[in-house]
């Protein structure tokens, strides 16, 4: 039991380490709590400092979630205690101790944690979680979809272990996205392709004008 306690808590701690704080600061010398959506997650990263900084900051996110379940697996734990490191993994990076507890919104630590647990269920709603963004625009949509898709991608699966899990980071997920619940409703939630497009026009007409200066 001592060593599954010490698990949970290198976990958590784990968790909290804000890679997006890290890059975005180191990268482009932003701070991303106080940017964008204020989240330290790859999408504000991604946002704020390019495509390949919140790629990086995607994968930093994944691993700190993968890693400490792979190594309760490893170790032979239960489903009970796999399920308190890997919860204690998304806690970390939603209240990261190192920031004062502001941290992201859970999608790539929660998905980070299936990996070595449900890879094709969690595939299966990866899988929907893009075509959504691609279809709407909207991220929040893909990784709301995703949360929620995911449980039932488990049950039909006969991954019935993790069942508890998956509800609990939905409903850690969705209370982190009440914002963006309430944006899609208002109408005024941030397209990822008009964001993306913008920048490309803004970025394109600085071009002309650095032109005609010369």
Not at 82 to 98: D, L
Not at 101 to 126: D, N
């Amino acid at each position: 039991m001592g060593s599954s306690l010490l698990l949970v808590l290198g976990s958590y701690l784990l968790g909290s380490v804000p890679w997006g704080l890290v890059i975005a600061k180191q990268a482009c010398g932003v701070d991303p709590r106080l940017s964008g959506s204020c989240s330290i997650g790859a999408t504000n990263v991604a946002r704020l400092c390019g495509f390949g900084y919140g790629v990086a900051t995607l994968a930093c996110d994944l691993l700190k979630g993968a890693l400490p379940v792979y190594l309760a697996l490893h170790m032979g734990l239960d489903v009970y205690w796999t399920s308190f490191v890997a919860f204690a993994a998304v806690a970390g990076h939603v209240f990261p101790c190192f920031t004062r507890f502001r941290g992201g919104k859970a999608v790539a630590t929660s998905i980070g944690v299936f990996l070595p647990l449900a890879f094709f269920p969690l595939l299966a709603s990866c899988s929907l979680c893009l075509f959504l963004i691609w279809l709407s625009g909207f991220v929040s949509v893909g990784s709301l979809t995703l949360v929620v898709s995911l449980p039932v991608f488990l049950a039909f699966s006969g991954h019935n272990d993790w069942l508890i899990l998956s509800i609990c980071l939905a409903l850690l997920v969705l209370m982190r996205h009440r914002e963006n619940i309430r944006r899609l409703h208002d109408g005024t939630e941030k397209s990822w392709i008009k964001s993306r497009h913008r920048a490309e026009e803004n970025a394109s007409e600085s071009g002309v004008e650095e032109k005609k200066v010369h």
